[in-house]
């Protein structure tokens, strides 16, 4: 882990159906009801273990979770079986037990001292001064939901599986030529001639008569279509906004403070100084040179060892081990050795910090805010409750928002993406998403459910009118069809003049004999390599294409809405011989290359020492499963 840090029983027609569903049970496998649960059936073996088919699905749900994280949150579990991830789980957890059957048959092992020193020196665990933060540490173990045993436990196995890959793959190097080669592709400097044309800027476009207008709209009616758009009322109940009308005595306020002061009272917290050993004798030792001199600090220096601070610890922060001694001592006193899973703590205390029950003017402006909220949420309740009676009873939603006095949004049309005919977004729409299904999901005339924001928002949607999708009749839309019209026989000339550029430079033509001519313009560019030399005003696509070409060479493309024509007209080579920044990043691309065909290999060998087999058919009904 942490590497990782730098998936009607008698009727004929039941009896049918009976026999339907015990058919479908026995072709679909509901016969292992009978033979055993269906989630424990191994989908392959590794040596003397099995994988269980609930085992590789839970192994597939994790894959599927980082599949969405990189590709696309809407990814199905059934999209991903077809992308074959579910095998790449499978293929993986083989060779995660391969590696640690190996690790056991070599009898490799690893302490918790390893573990302890790596983490000690993790980044993300230090403070600015260098000094390991506890804090920090107990923070991420919350948040990846492990204790301290399991976490070290894990990171042995972590550890004995790196020392058994670096003895496999240590050898891996990057051959000098082949470095050489590959810098000297990399590094190749290359220039080209460009010229645009920008259909936008051709002129010489007659004007169409009805009859082209016409024919064009008939066979691009896709461009003219307008999607479903509803009109739609929304009431809104904020409790925000009902907290503003509600007024909170300083009477109440006091009696308020009264009743909560025991829960508004701060703990007592503590700054500490410590030092973590793994040694009892050296923490010992400390422990006493500490108390001679009564600082842990120049004590720990002394010893070359850093005492950590720990500042405004509340009691519940520490270990059970460390919180007792820490709040047994008296400030300035030292404690320790304790013994905790992470080693061997001598204390120190620094300072009390007394707890106690804030100031009433202190604290009397949050508990108004708190006041007002819980009276908000108490009407809103009650308005709620009285807005679900009057709709089912069948009054207006607008007699019920008069009556009520919840804050009216109409909106004249919007289509099911939450657009105006405009193309924007609309002035207002609590919790956009459920909105929009509500609307779309009833009739015109229709009125929704009361919805929670589930951030104190409540509202209910009425459609009002629903205007069909369809294409615009051609008299509605004339100038838009003349004016795509336009764009069309602009962007069919700019083809037709790009491949005539394009012909001549092929030719010999040189790039200053296409200056001036109309919509065209020219340059020469930077010069690009692979190695992250760019031309910015070149799109990437057509960036990519520079190296396909032969010198003298010239290419048109569309990129951007333009038309680009690219001639080669130099290759600058350099020496691979001289010493260069980026021939090391492309050794290390090699090594990686043959690590990973090193650990193919080896994998391969695992198998023969324990044989790996894979249930075709469990695994091959995994991959059918439709999406639940």
Same mark, same amino acid.
């Given at each position: 882990?942490?590497?990782?840090?730098?998936?009607?029983?008698?009727?004929?027609?039941?009896?049918?159906?009976?026999?339907?569903?015990?058919?479908?049970?026995?072709?679909?496998?509901?016969?292992?009801?009978?033979?055993?649960?269906?989630?424990?059936?191994?989908?392959?073996?590794?040596?003397?273990?099995?994988?269980?088919?609930?085992?590789?699905?839970?192994?597939?749900?994790?894959?599927?979770?980082?599949?969405?994280?990189?590709?696309?949150?809407?990814?199905?579990?059934?999209?991903?079986?077809?992308?074959?991830?579910?095998?790449?789980?499978?293929?993986?957890?083989?060779?995660?037990?391969?590696?640690?059957?190996?690790?056991?048959?070599?009898?490799?092992?690893?302490?918790?001292?390893?573990?302890?020193?790596?983490?000690?020196?993790?980044?993300?665990?230090?403070?600015?001064?260098?000094?390991?933060?506890?804090?920090?540490?107990?923070?991420?173990?919350?948040?990846?939901?492990?204790?301290?045993?399991?976490?070290?436990?894990?990171?042995?196995?972590?550890?004995?599986?790196?020392?058994?890959?670096?003895?496999?793959?240590?050898?891996?190097?990057?051959?000098?030529?082949?470095?050489?080669?590959?810098?000297?592709?990399?590094?190749?400097?290359?220039?080209?001639?460009?010229?645009?044309?920008?259909?936008?800027?051709?002129?010489?476009?007659?004007?169409?008569?009805?009859?082209?207008?016409?024919?064009?709209?008939?066979?691009?009616?896709?461009?003219?279509?307008?999607?479903?758009?509803?009109?739609?009322?929304?009431?809104?109940?904020?409790?925000?906004?009902?907290?503003?009308?509600?007024?909170?005595?300083?009477?109440?306020?006091?009696?308020?403070?009264?009743?909560?002061?025991?829960?508004?009272?701060?703990?007592?917290?503590?700054?500490?100084?410590?030092?973590?050993?793994?040694?009892? *004798?050296? /923490?010992? @030792?400390? #422990? %006493?040179?500490?108390?001679?001199?009564? $600082?842990?600090?120049? !004590? =720990?220096?002394?010893?070359?060892?850093?005492?950590?601070?720990?500042?405004?610890?509340?009691?519940?922060?520490?270990?059970?081990?460390?919180?007792?001694?820490?709040?047994?001592?008296?400030?300035?006193?030292?404690?320790?050795?304790?013994?905790?899973?992470?080693?061997?703590?001598?204390?120190?205390?620094?300072?009390?910090?007394?707890?106690?029950?804030?100031?009433?003017?202190?604290?009397?402006?949050?508990?108004?805010?708190?006041?007002?909220? *819980?009276? /908000?949420? @108490?009407? #809103? %309740?009650?308005?709620?409750?009285?807005? $679900?009676?009057?709709? !089912? =009873?069948?009054?207006?939603?607008?007699?019920?928002?008069?009556?009520?006095?919840?804050?009216?949004?109409?909106?004249?049309?919007?289509?099911?993406?939450?657009?105006?005919?405009?193309?924007?977004?609309?002035?207002?729409?609590?919790?956009?998403?459920?909105?929009?299904?509500?609307?779309?999901?009833?009739?015109?005339?229709?009125?929704?459910?009361?919805?929670?924001?589930?951030?104190?928002?409540?509202?209910?949607?009425?459609?009002?009118?629903?205007?069909?999708?369809?294409?615009?009749?051609?008299?509605?839309?004339?100038?838009?069809?003349?004016?795509?019209?336009?764009?069309?026989?602009?962007?069919?000339?700019?083809?037709?003049?790009?491949?005539?550029?394009?012909?001549?430079?092929?030719?010999?033509?040189?790039?200053?004999?296409?200056?001036?001519?109309?919509?065209?313009?020219?340059?020469?560019?930077?010069?690009?390599?692979?190695?992250?030399?760019?031309?910015?005003?070149?799109?990437?696509?057509?960036?990519?294409?520079?190296?396909?070409?032969?010198?003298?060479?010239?290419?048109?493309?569309?990129?951007?809405?333009?038309?680009?024509?690219?001639?080669?007209?130099?290759?600058?080579?350099?020496?691979?011989?001289?010493?260069?920044?980026?021939?090391?990043?492309?050794?290390?691309?090699?090594?990686?290359?043959?690590?990973?065909?090193?650990?193919?290999?080896?994998?391969?060998?695992?198998?023969?020492?324990?044989?790996?087999?894979?249930?075709?058919?469990?695994?091959?009904?995994?991959?059918?499963?439709?999406?639940?």
């Amino acid at each position: 882990m942490l590497q990782s840090m730098r998936q009607v029983a008698h009727s004929w027609v039941v009896k049918g159906l009976m026999l339907f569903l015990i058919v479908s049970f026995s072709i679909w496998g509901i016969g292992d009801i009978f033979r055993g649960n269906s989630l424990r059936r191994a989908v392959a073996t590794v040596g003397d273990t099995e994988i269980s088919v609930q085992e590789l699905n839970i192994l597939f749900e994790k894959t599927l979770a980082q599949a969405r994280q990189a590709l696309s949150p809407g990814l199905t579990a059934q999209q991903a079986r077809q992308l074959g991830l579910l095998d790449h789980a499978l293929d993986r957890e083989i060779n995660s037990r391969l590696i640690d059957m190996e690790v056991a048959r070599q009898n490799i092992s690893v302490g918790p001292e390893a573990v302890l020193d790596l983490l000690a020196s993790e980044p993300q665990f230090r403070t600015k001064d260098g000094s390991f933060n506890k804090a920090l540490f107990r923070q991420f173990l919350d948040q990846q939901r492990l204790s301290e045993s399991a976490f070290l436990v894990q990171e042995q196995q972590e550890l004995a599986r790196q020392i058994l890959l670096s003895a496999v793959q240590g050898g891996a190097v990057a051959p000098e030529a082949a470095v050489n080669a590959l810098f000297k592709a990399r590094a190749q400097k290359r220039i080209v001639e460009v010229a645009t044309v920008d259909p936008a800027k051709l002129g010489g476009i007659p004007t169409p008569d009805d009859k082209a207008l016409q024919t064009f709209y008939d066979g691009h009616q896709q461009l003219f279509a307008i999607p479903e758009y509803r009109s739609i009322t929304l009431a809104i109940l904020s409790t925000e906004a009902l907290s503003k009308d509600i007024s909170i005595s300083e009477e109440d306020l006091k009696k308020e403070y009264e009743t909560r002061k025991e829960q508004l009272a701060d703990p007592e917290k503590r700054d500490v100084l410590q030092v973590v050993l793994q040694s009892e *004798e050296k /923490a010992k @030792e400390l #422990a %006493t040179q500490a108390h001679a001199s009564n $600082d842990l600090a120049s !004590a =720990a220096k002394a010893q070359k060892e850093t005492a950590v601070p720990l500042d405004k610890l509340e009691k519940k922060s520490l270990m059970p081990e460390l919180s007792d001694a820490a709040f047994a001592l008296h400030e300035g006193a030292i404690g320790g050795p304790v013994k905790t899973q992470l080693g061997w703590h001598v204390i120190q205390l620094k300072k009390i910090i007394p707890g106690g029950i804030p100031d009433f003017d202190k604290i009397k402006d949050k508990l108004r805010d708190d006041l007002r909220r *819980e009276q /908000a949420i @108490e009407v #809103a %309740t009650r308005v709620v409750n009285q807005l $679900d009676d009057q709709l !089912a =009873a069948g009054h207006s939603l607008d007699d019920i928002a008069d009556d009520l006095r919840l804050r009216i949004v109409k909106i004249p049309a919007v289509d099911a993406n939450g657009q105006t005919p405009e193309g924007k977004d609309p002035s207002e729409l609590p919790n956009k998403e459920q909105v929009l299904k509500d609307a779309f999901a009833q009739n015109a005339g229709e009125t929704g459910p009361v919805e929670d924001t589930k951030s104190g928002v409540y509202y209910v949607v009425r459609t009002d009118d629903v205007t069909p999708s369809g294409v615009q009749p051609f008299d509605k839309v004339k100038a838009k069809v003349a004016s795509a019209w336009k764009e069309q026989e602009q962007k069919t000339k700019a083809q037709a003049k790009a491949g005539e550029i394009a012909k001549a430079l092929n030719g010999g033509e040189k790039l200053l004999a296409l200056e001036g001519q109309e919509g065209v313009s020219t340059r020469i560019s930077r010069p690009i390599s692979k190695l992250g030399e760019t031309d910015k005003d070149l799109p990437p696509a057509l960036a990519a294409r520079v190296f396909q070409l032969k010198q003298g060479e010239a290419m048109a493309e569309e990129s951007d809405g333009k038309q680009y024509i690219i001639r080669l007209v130099s290759v600058t080579n350099v020496d691979p011989s001289k010493p260069d920044p980026h021939k090391s990043g492309i050794a290390n691309e090699i090594r990686k290359a043959e690590h990973a065909e090193l650990l193919e290999q080896y994998l391969d060998h695992l198998q023969e020492i324990f044989p790996v087999k894979k249930n075709v058919a469990v695994l091959d009904s995994m991959r059918q499963r439709d999406e639940q």
